[in-house]
Each structure stands twice: as C-alpha cells, then as structure tokens.
C-alpha cells in the first residue's frame, strides 16, 4: 500500500486522535462530541459549525472527507438523544468499505458503546441516537428512505451519481424527510469533468443564477463566510490538499507529480484533482461546450436579420429530438433558439410538434432549411412527412465527417461563436453537451466513437442543422439610410445621375455603330462600284 493510500491515511487518523486522547478522560457524551469538534482541521472546522441547512463540501480526493462526514455524524447524535443521521453514498458495499470499519475502531477508541446492526448496517448509541449507513445503487435501496425521519442526511461522492437519479434522491426522498425535524443535508464530493447536474450546482463558481417559482433571483450557492448579493440555496465550502495540515506530505506529492508531468497551473488535471475545481476535460467529453461561457439569456442581437435552420434526429428506440439554430449574413455567431426532446411519438404526433415549432420559432418565413438523420427508417418517415403533412427536409444528415464536423462546432465553442441556451433540466440541448462523451476504448484510436450510455439525440440534431447553416461566410452588413432622410435623397440623387450617365453612355455607343456602319457600307458600295467600271 502506497504511503498516501487509503489505509495509510486511516492508521495516522488514529494515531493523531490517541495522541489527543492521551491524559484525557472523556466521562460524558458531551465531552466526547467536543473531543471529536476538537480532533478537526480548520477547514473541516468551518462545515461543522455551518447553521445552514443545506451545506456543500467540494475538495479534492485525500483531502478529509471521509473524517469529516464521520465526525460530524458522530458529534450529533452525541449531543442530541434520539438523533438519527443517514451517511448515504453510490454502493452500499463502498459505503461499509470507506466508514463501517472506521467507527468501529473510534467506537472503541473512545469507549461510545456503541451496538452493530451488520446487517442493516446502523449503528446505535446508548443515548438511542443511531446512524444509517446506506447505498443508493438501486432503487430499492432509496426506497428505503423513503418515509423516514432524520435529523441529518449526509450524501458522499456527489459527483458519480446520475443527474437525474440525483435530483429525484434528494427533492422527492430525502428533503420530505428532513422536514419535520428540520433536518440539515450535506453535499460532499470532488469535483468532475461533467460541469451539469445538482451537485454541480451546489458547488460551482461562480454560482448560477436563477428565478425560483416565487419570482426571486437566488443563487445556486454562496461561499461560506463572505457577503452575499442574492439569496441562494446552499453553504458552499471548498479547500485544495495543501489545506489537508494533518497530512502535508501529499501536497509535496501533489507538486512533485506536477513538476514531472510539466503542468502548468491552470492544467485541468491539476486544478480537478488537486485544487478540487471544476473543469471539463477536453478530451473524454464529445463537445466542449462551457456553461456560462457559451450561454445567452435567449433574446437574439436587434438589428440583424436572421435565417433559421432545423435539425431533426428521429428516434427509432430513442426520442425524437429538434433544435433550431438561427443565424444572420453579418457575422459567424450561431445561435440555439429551441431544443428539447420527446419520448415515443407516432408521426402525426412528431407533425404537429414540426408545424408548432416551426410556426413558433423560425419567423414568418420559416426555416431556410430542414435537415435530419436518416438512420432508423428515418427516410421513409420524412417521405410520409413530405407527402400528408406538407414538411419537406431538404436534405440528410451526412456520417461519413461527423467526428470532424464535431471537432469544427468545439472550435466555435471554443472561440465563443456558438450560443446556447442555459440547462435547465436534463432533457435540454445544453445537459446533453455536458454529458455526451467518447466511448473510453475508442479514446486515442483513429476514429473516435460516442459512448452509447451517454444520449446524443439533441446533439446529433444540433449537428445535423449547424453543418448546414451559411455563416461561415459573413457579408458586410446593409448599411443603406432610412427612406426620405438626407443621406436617402442624397444616395437617391447621385443614382439616379449614375443611372442617366449609364443610358447616355449606352445611347451614345450605339450611335456610333450605327454611324460605323452606314460609312463601312457606303465604303464598300464605292469600291464594288469602281471594281465593275
């Protein structure tokens, strides 16, 4: 085992705490809560006297996580009979492995009398506090908490939960039961390359803003202990490994392997997993789409006229996806005025969802024009859609350059060309940029292959309509002067002179044929006429 492997780690953990324990006597509960407050580092310190309700913790791997979520689990139900915490992670078994042990060994240590439910895995105190240890891995097991009443719900490894599983966890489990005890919820986890979803949320920065459904602006969080300009949802904390004081030498580690790797500080596996920071990794995912840097609020540039072009990925197991993109001749910037999804549509169905948005959103000429993905019986859907419902698609979507038309829309994302509308659920074009990535075995090979687990339906019509958008070759915009101004009538005049200049020049020129012509005859009438003399 590496000195900076998990079980090293632990070994010192307890060191440090029996060195603390030595010449103590702990007779109460009481005295053991303030022992365990005591045996935090400053940065943990901050969290556990975070009053807030909803609290984040974003930092990076081996930087005190696991001590914190155990520490303050154990330093509540210490203080208040009857308590009862839920330390709930991805995988039950991963749970038992990183926390089970763990408190069995303090459980000793510190003489806390606990008892061991192996089987359910909880752990209860003599003053009938308990805490639960559960997975989330299936839904049986979030069933399990369902109905409950907690005093404190702590979820670890946010980050390798699934968006969607996520949001229903804590929005229809876990806060209903944190209600009646006015229970707190703690977010911990490190950070990812797939810059979407709750915990995201909870501990990006800058925050995210947002109108809740009372009309209010919050922000998604608020760094612990600095002024706030909004109300907003959660407590964040953050800390880096160089703030891990019980443990300096991994930071040594840490700069030693940057130093050998000849990163520089703003590389995105060094600010990820060692500064604890949000980056997207270019590589693993498909597009590099940034939230916020690429985003808009939705309401096109005024003076400019645009031209609208429809992507359509029809879904033969999958749903049928739709995104418009409109663009003007003045310019390179794109930008998504629509995208969504849906699931399990007949055709007229998928018809009248075209005439709607067409009518909707691509102004009164409609789109310039239609595009879509041929594969799923897709060609003989749009010969039916062309035939009854009056929709004619110009023309398919062409695979055989996807990879390199997906490495010509990351350049304008890059060079912040495209505009996308914020996520603001998982079925948005914008969550699907965030998700969509390569299939792990294809990475580094000549030809890279999108993971089938991650959807791609929004992004394939995203790509289909961008290829055949026109704004690649912007023309200067029409700077002509409004009707019956000076600068009209002046432009009006020097026309209308230019005009007439044209026609004299015109007239004239074929006086002078005529004239050419009447001598070259007479010329040729008087040489005929000697010839015959």
């Known amino acids: 085992m590496k000195k900076s492997g998990r079980k090293h780690l632990i070994t010192h953990l307890f060191a440090s705490v029996k060195a603390r324990q030595d010449g103590l006597t702990l007779v109460d509960d009481n005295a053991k809560a303030e022992f365990i407050n005591a045996s ?103 069933e ?17 939960f699934a968006p969607v599983i996520f949001t229903e966890l804590v929005q229809d489990v876990i806060e209903p039961a944190l ?134 990925d029809i879904g033969y197991k999958d749903a049928d996806a739709l995104v418009i993109w409109a663009y003007n001749r003045t310019d390179f910037d794109v930008y998504q005025v629509y995208g969504e999804k849906r699931a399990k549509q007949n055709i007229t169905q998928l018809a009248t969802w075209l005439h709607e948005v067409r ?20 060609a003989k859907i749009i010969d039916e859609l062309a035939t009854i419902h009056g929709l004619y698609f110009s023309s398919p979507a062409e695979k055989r350059d996807k990879n390199a038309y997906i490495e010509l829309m990351n350049n304008e994302f890059d060079a912040k060309r495209l505009h996308i509308l914020p996520n603001e659920s998982p079925d948005d074009y914008a969550a699907e940029l965030l998700t969509n990535r390569w299939l792990e075995k294809s990475l580094g090979t000549a030809k890279r292959v999108e993971d089938p687990k991650t959807p791609n339906d929004l992004c394939d019509a995203g790509l289909s309509a961008w290829r055949v958008c026109d704004h690649r070759r912007p023309q200067p915009p029409d700077r002509r002067p409004q009707v019956n101004t000076t600068e009209w009538w002046r432009d009006y005049k020097a026309a209308e002179f230019n005009r007439a200049l044209k026609e004299h020049s015109k007239q004239k020129a074929l006086d002078d044929d005529m004239t050419r012509a009447d001598h070259d005859w007479w010329s040729y009438k008087d040489w005929n006429d000697r010839v015959h003399l």
């Open 40 to 142: 935090r580092m400053p940065v943990q310190q901050s969290v556990a006297s975070d009053t807030s309700r909803r609290i984040a913790v974003r930092c990076p791997r081996r930087a005190g996580k696991s001590w914190l979520v155990l520490s303050i689990a154990l330093e509540r139900c210490l203080r208040k009979r009857g308590s009862v915490w839920v330390v709930l992670g991805l995988a039950r078994p991963s749970v038992k492995q990183i926390f089970w042990g763990l408190l069995k060994q303090l459980g000793a240590q510190l003489e806390l009398g606990l008892h061991f439910l192996e089987t359910d895995l909880v752990a209860e105190f003599p003053n009938g506090s308990k805490i639960l240890f559960r997975g989330a891995e299936t839904r049986s097991e979030i």
């Open 144 to 160: 399990k908490l369902r109905g409950g009443q907690y005093d404190g719900v702590i979820i670890d490894e946010c980050k390798s």
């Open 179 to 312: 209600g009646d005890r006015r229970g707190i919820l703690i977010l911990v986890g490190t950070p990812g390359d797939i810059l979407a979803g709750p915990f995201y949320e909870a501990s990006c920065e800058p925050p995210c803003e947002f109108e809740g459904g009372d009309g209010v602006k919050r922000h998604s969080n608020h760094m612990y202990g600095t002024p706030a300009e909004l109300p907003y949802v959660w407590s964040l904390h953050t800390w880096t490994l160089q703030d891990n004081v019980e443990c300096p030498w991994l930071w040594e580690e840490a700069l030693n392997t940057k130093r050998i790797r000849g990163w520089n500080d703003d590389h995105p596996t060094w600010r990820r997993e060692y500064l604890g920071h949000w980056v997207a990794s270019n590589f693993r995912l498909a597009y590099r789409y940034v939230p916020r840097w690429n985003d808009y609020d939705g309401e096109l540039p005024e003076g400019r006229t645009w031209v609208y072009v429809l992507g359509l």
């Open 359 to 378: 009518d909707s959103y691509c102004g009164r000429t409609g789109p310039e024009e239609m595009t879509y993905d041929p594969a799923g019986g897709g």
